[in-house]
């Protein structure tokens, strides 16, 4: 149990369009998803944590307005980057918290965004 | 400021000997320290964690070892295995506002060769 889906597993989108990225706990419902962010040889930085029904607290230093996260129900959850730009090009992680789990999280496969 | 010191970034290894990657941490709030292997362009997995009420722990190849005073922590791969190369993240993990915030090390390139 406990799988996270994401999707797509990879786009390319022309800069200054908008790009959404799904993330959906498959067989349990998850109070909280986390979104991070992950470039080349590095490790995955908190871009933001998203309660169901809230508004999500995005980390020091990400732009509220350009990655637009909302989190519908206990089981989707959804990253829109909007007017994308070649370093918006990463690879974006959500993470999911099972209700009522104390400790560990499921991650997704990921998406690779690439901007042109 | 990294919270969560991670080395070596990378390492090379013989089939069947011992991967050991470390890792050390200054919060003292801190109270779940997980382990993730993750496979190029995938997510990561979760493989084995700890709390710091125990020194070691061992699920099969692996083992986590803890030494809360020096707040530190390894991870060992027993026998490596060329299917064992990946990158791992050792992370630390503390409640906040009802959930886990967890930090993430810089990462450890492991490559097993036969």
């Known amino acids: 149990g406990a799988v996270v889906s994401q999707h797509p597993s990879w786009v390319i989108c022309k800069s200054g369009t908008s790009v959404k990225i799904e993330c959906r706990s498959l067989?349990?419902?998850?109070?909280?998803m986390f979104w991070y962010r992950q470039f080349p040889k590095q490790s995955l930085m908190l871009m933001a944590t998203s309660n169901e029904g809230s508004k999500a607290t995005y980390e020091q230093g990400v732009e509220k307005d350009k990655f637009l996260i909302n989190h519908a129900s206990l089981t989707l959850s959804t990253l829109t980057v909007t007017s994308a730009h070649p370093e918006d090009s990463s690879f974006y992680i959500c993470s999911a918290r099972k209700v009522g789990a104390a400790y560990g999280y499921t991650f997704g496969s990921g998406t690779r965004l690439t901007v042109v | 400021q990294q919270q969560v010191k991670q080395s070596p970034q990378s390492l090379i290894v013989q089939k069947g000997g011992i991967s050991i990657i470390n890792c050390a941490y200054e919060n003292t709030a801190f109270d779940y320290f997980p382990w993730y292997q993750q496979f190029p362009g995938k997510g990561p997995a979760l493989l084995i964690a700890i709390r710091p009420d125990v020194s070691e722990k061992k699920e099969g190849r692996f083992t986590i070892s803890f030494n809360k005073s020096a707040k530190q922590f390894s991870l060992h791969i027993m026998d490596s295995q060329p299917g064992d190369s990946a990158t791992y993240f050792c992370a630390a993990a503390q409640n906040s506002g009802g959930y886990q915030k967890v930090t993430f090390g810089i990462g450890t390139k492991l490559q097993v060769i036969p």
């Open positions: 067989d349990f419902q998850a109070t909280t």
